[in-house]
């Protein structure tokens, strides 16, 4: 197909044509046109092949010197610009000694494939040119000569790398992607190479690694902390080199800087802060603010758009603490956060707080003084930081410094014996320092006091606390030498325990009480003496608390599937405060998972509803007053179901009658009623081929027995059947025998012994009145032993096809009935017949007998020639032998002489 290369009309009687493809062959035809129309075109043109035009190739390109030793001459090129239109299959380096005009080939092959060459066993110091030319199938293209004269000497050369046109530029990396510069690099000899960063351990954040030729930095992942500027230093005798790569990392933010809070008042304050450094080479476009109490684990945000780098927050509680954090964010997302160094308190300028209180001194020694006092009731709006103790010698009038301590107890010490001191202890908060209070004078010698007691640390002298709490009892005192404490309870000492004790100091005694107990209830004292006489105080502790268990058992009226009455009485102890309600919970699984029933409930007693149906249920009952609930009541098991269970399997079930259409099933009644009236039974059948069953009846049958309609002629069919009372349906009785749904082959008739052993009976009998539609083809016989629970056992495998059968194997003594059945062409087996009266194994013995028949008893004549028969009637138990003679002599059988022998006939025939 011919298609046209130029839109315009050519004025020109040529024209160039650029959209060809290498290798295909072209035929172009030209037309010519005027302003009648279009001529014809010109025959086409010889096929042309667009391709390059062929020839030699161009002259190789940066053609140098890369390393010279003494005897040798490295070389490096490039290849053509154009390869001539043929494939380039080598090289040809040439080397002429400076003084001559004749260049050789450096080299003993014909041509080098490689753009590189060392030219060896070369004389030291000899200047030599050189030059490298192209070669394809045309020809040797035009040499590149090497720049200058070449001297082969050992070289030393400054160190030198070339980084890549992308790492010229500021390289823009996003966080998490690896970091990778590849730099070679050259020198002679070859460089120290050193890797820096300002504000990064490159040995451990980075992988270097330095070959002959290259140097190459890797950073595995990427984060804002990698953005700067990386340094290269390359270092040898001959000089050194550094070159730098700039790194830009597309990341979040790093923490915001110099993060303060001021103006701070009782519910506002100022948060400023300057911009990151690290601003994840993106432009910060807000600021996220939080806040939160020093207690607290989790952050509350401020503001999440904060444009400018401070902010006023105004919603503060007066006398709370408070941390404050701030995150910036880019288009990346948000950054690290920054944190305020310590709380601040949101409260107004700070007030010196107000003098401790209750100062007084607690001992007295020769050299020494121990003051105590209470924090004062207001500390002027910032906690207090520290106590200030001075003391004062009467006789000099200057107040001396001892120590600024956080404790409320301190030892003033080295004091001069017999001299007068007067202390004064004052309250430092954060901006301010309280006025002090003074006790004293006082002398410094040994004290004797008399023992007295203060109770002011504890409330009333009738302590009321809730069950549970941690107690700490303090009693102050004032004795001297030390005094013997001895706690009391009731009329006796107190025995301490885990959870009581007592501790004591030199001026006051403690009752600790962990986890109070209502049994720790009761009168308690204290008594205080030394030398000089004894004090004593006492209280009374009250322990309110949960009840106690409710008092069991839990009694159950009222049973049913869905329904249970719980009764119980209630706890003996209501805990010291009225019962207000009662906790009913109610498990299925034993105890190990609860649901609450009511938690409502105001009696002892409670109607559960919506139980499930033979689920066993367990129920705990717990009170419970202002103070909380108390222990459970655990109660027994019960099952959710009637007072009587549903009936046992019924008995039995067997195929009395069959049909093409219909079966008649007789069963016995259950075992067991289950404790009420049996109100009907329930029957199903299924075919022997399928899995399911289905209900032969629709309603209830009343009697033992059942009429199943509906059968299809030919299948096999087997019954069962559940009983049902008040309690609902029983299991299912055993299946029945699978019966074919045929008229039925009657038993067979007239089934008789005829001979009993001690471990064989032979039975008889005669063919069945009907065959059910289908011959006989054989006879099941049955036994059992007459013993309580055997079953019928068959006594032969298949069928037998004979109107008689001796079993064997029976057991000697064994008392057995027997039975017969039919079983016709089509694979039904007919009905059984009457068993037989029962018959012991045991032999039964009678002597042989023999009587000659009537035609042969005196004389038998006969012609001669002819055959003679004699017969003879014979019985006995056990068989007798049967031995034929004549005129005293046993007769033998011969081809002559046969013997035939019944268990009633002996026939002997001569011929």
Not at 195 to 210: G, M, Y
Not at 295 to 305: E, G, I, K
Not at 395 to 416: F, H, M, P, Q
Not at 605 to 614: A, D, Q, Y
Request: glycine share 6%.
């Amino acid at each position: 197909r011919w298609q046209r290369i130029n839109r315009a009309l050519v004025k020109d009687t040529e024209l160039a044509h650029e959209d060809l493809t290498e290798g295909l062959e072209y035929d172009f035809r030209v037309a010519a046109e005027n302003e009648a129309g279009r001529g014809k075109f010109s025959p086409p043109c010889m096929p042309v092949l667009a391709r390059d035009p062929v020839g030699k190739p161009h002259a190789p390109q940066n053609a140098e010197v890369l390393e010279t030793t003494k005897t040798s001459v490295s070389l490096l090129w490039q290849p053509p610009v154009s390869d001539g239109g043929s494939k380039i299959y080598g090289y040809i380096v040439e080397k002429r000694d400076e003084t001559t005009e004749e260049w050789k080939k450096a080299h003993s092959l014909s041509t080098i494939k490689q753009c590189e060459l060392v030219v060896p066993d070369l004389e030291e110091g000899k200047g030599l040119n050189f030059r490298v030319s192209a070669v394809n199938e045309h020809g040797v293209g035009e040499p590149t000569q090497v720049e200058g004269i070449v001297f082969p000497r050992d070289m030393a050369a400054p160190p030198e790398c070339k980084l890549d046109a992308s790492l010229k530029r500021t390289v823009t990396v996003k966080a998490g992607v690896p970091l990778r510069f590849y730099v070679p690099v050259r020198g002679k000899p070859f460089p120290k190479v050193t890797w820096v960063k300002d504000d990064s351990d490159l040995e451990n954040r980075a992988n270097i690694e330095i070959s002959e030729v290259a140097t190459q930095l890797v950073i595995v992942s990427t984060n804002r902390r990698d953005a700067g500027r990386f340094e290269l230093t390359l270092e040898n005798p001959s000089g050194t080199k550094t070159v730098g790569i700039n790194v830009k990392v597309i990341d979040t933010p790093g923490p915001v800087e110099h993060i303060r809070v001021r103006d701070v008042t009782r519910n506002a304050a100022v948060i400023a802060w300057a911009p990151p450094l690290k601003d994840g080479s993106k432009s910060i476009t807000h600021y996220i603010l939080e806040k939160k109490e020093p207690s607290r684990r989790t952050w509350t945000t401020q503001d999440a758009n904060i444009v400018k780098t401070s902010y006023r927050i105004t919603n503060l509680v007066e006398g709370n603490n408070y941390l404050f954090r701030v995150l910036a964010v880019n288009d990346i997302g948000i950054g690290e956060p920054a944190e305020t160094p310590a709380p601040i308190l949101a409260m107004d300028q700070v007030a010196p707080p107000e003098p401790p209180r209750k100062l007084q001194i607690v001992e007295i020694t020769p050299i020494s003084v121990t003051l105590t006092w209470i924090r004062p009731d207001f500390d002027g709006g910032s906690r207090i930081t520290s106590y200030l103790i001075e003391k004062m010698e009467t006789t000099k009038g200057e107040w001396e410094r001892c120590t600024a301590i956080n404790a409320t107890r301190y030892c003033v010490s080295d004091l001069a014996p017999h001299d007068e001191y007067t202390f004064r202890v004052s309250a430092q908060n954060v901006g301010a320092t309280s006025d002090p209070v003074e006790v004293g004078p006082v002398v410094a010698k040994e004290q004797i006091y008399e023992p007295t007691v203060d109770m002011s640390q504890i409330p009333s002298d009738v302590m009321v606390v809730k069950e549970g709490i941690d107690l700490n009892l303090p009693v102050l005192f004032r004795a001297w030498p030390k005094p013997k404490i001895t706690w009391l309870r009731g009329l006796g000492e107190l025995r301490e325990s885990d959870s009581m004790i007592t501790k004591n100091t030199k001026t006051s005694t403690t009752l600790i009480v962990r986890k109070i107990r209502k049994a720790d209830a009761g009168t308690y004292a204290v008594e205080i003496s030394n030398k000089l006489g004894s004090a004593r105080a006492e209280f009374t502790l009250k322990v309110l608390g949960k009840p106690s268990p409710c008092n069991g058992p839990v009694d159950f009226e009222d049973v049913s599937p869905e329904s249970i009455t719980l009764t119980w009485k209630p706890p003996d102890d209501d805990g010291g405060a009225p019962i207000s309600n009662y906790v009913v919970e109610k498990s299925d699984n034993r105890g190990i998972s609860w649901v609450y029933v009511s938690s409502n409930v105001k009696r002892c007693h409670l109607r559960v509803t919506k139980l499930t149906e033979n689920k066993e249920y367990i129920f705990r009952i717990s009170a419970e007053n202002k103070f909380g609930t108390g222990k459970t009541l655990l109660s027994t098991s019960i099952l959710a179901k009637l007072p009587f269970d549903p009936p046992s399997a019924p008995r039995d079930v067997t195929i009395s009658e069959a049909t093409k259409e219909a079966m008649h099933l007789c069963w016995a009644a259950p075992s067991s009623d289950g404790g009420s009236e049996i109100t009907g039974y329930m029957v199903e059948r299924k075919e022997r081929a399928g899995s399911r069953w289905m209900k032969a009846s629709r309603y209830p049958v009343k009697k033992c027995e059942f009429q199943s309609t509906g059968l299809t002629q030919g299948k096999e069919y087997a019954h069962r059947v559940l009983a049902l009372n008040a309690a609902g349906s029983g299991p299912f009785s055993e299946i029945s025998d699978f019966v074919y749904a045929f008229d039925p082959v009657t038993p067979p008739q007239r089934v008789r012994l005829i001979a009993v052993t001690r471990s064989s009976v032979t039975l008889r009998w005669e063919p069945p009145i009907s065959d059910g539609g289908s011959k006989v083809i054989g006879y099941i016989v049955e036994r059992r032993l007459t013993k309580e629970g055997e079953k019928w056992v068959a006594v032969h495998p298949g069928v037998i096809n004979d109107f008689k059968y001796c079993i064997k194997g029976l057991m000697m003594g064994g008392r057995y009935e027997f039975r017969v059945s039919a079983k016709n062409a089509a694979g039904i087996v007919g009905m059984k017949s009457d068993k037989t009266p029962p018959v012991v194994c045991k032999d039964d013995l009678a002597p042989p007998r023999v009587a000659m028949d009537a035609k042969n008893k005196d004389n038998v004549e006969i012609m001669k020639g002819q055959m003679l028969s004699l017969v003879a009637a014979i019985s006995g138990k056990p068989a007798p032998d049967v031995v034929w003679t004549k005129g005293n002599r046993p007769l033998i059988a011969s081809p002559k002489i046969k013997f035939k022998v019944t268990d009633r006939v002996a026939i002997v025939t001569i011929h």
